[in-house]
């Protein structure tokens, strides 16, 4: 797994390659909540993953609760089709904020 | 167990479930499986070797070994253990609608496999979890 956090018009973004699995799910989980709890706004880009567990499926549950709670704006960009599988069997397809790209987020921001 | 058989022993550790997932890919679409399919076979047995790992041996040192192979009209996995003995009351799937990070493994092998059960132990220590998926089933064959 390869994860850059980059700012882009006030949004933090993670963008996350490779297998997220028990292995590798903590940093991604680390570097998300570090994100959020610098008060920024996050947008998580998962176009490049193409394997995650319910590891990774739970470090971005988390991400979206701290999102919550400090009324941030959170959301998922480029679900690749191998994530957006196992988001419709965890049955969270519908609970976080999907974007087809990140300038589609940021257009209808402000 | 016959040739078409493959198994693989690794130490229960989270850096050994990328060798699992990839002998598990390897047989499902070796048997037939469709890509879709053998995707969903691989989180199946990623999750209950994890389950293995966080809490069967709980963090301390111990082994898994993972065998997969034909049978009549689909595909077996077993995943042998050295871990405490636990049964299938003990798997507690969570509510989907609570939206909240774990629990998640559990209610992904349930809705993936056709059928999970414990097998007896051969010399009564440790588990073997037996997880079969049939080529009938929606969207499984190639």
Redesign the interface.
Known sequence: MSVVVRMQDGYAVVSLAG?I???TSPEARKLILTCLQDNRPTLVDLGDVA?I???G???L??G??LARQRQLDFGLVRVSP?VL??LK????DK?FPLYLSIEERLKNVG | MNETWKLLQLPAQADSLQQFRALVREQALALGFAPACADDLVLAVNEACMNVIQHGYRGAAGVIELSAGAIAGGMEIRIRDEATPVSMGDWRPRALEDVRPGGLGVHFIREIMDEVVYLPSPDNTGNVLSMKKYLRSKGAGA
């Not at chain 1, 069997?89 to 969270?92: G, I, N, T, V």
């Open positions: 297998e699995d028990l292995h394997y567990d319910s590891s499926v739970a470090s549950v988390e979206f609760q191998a599988n196992v069997l965890a049955r969270l609970v």
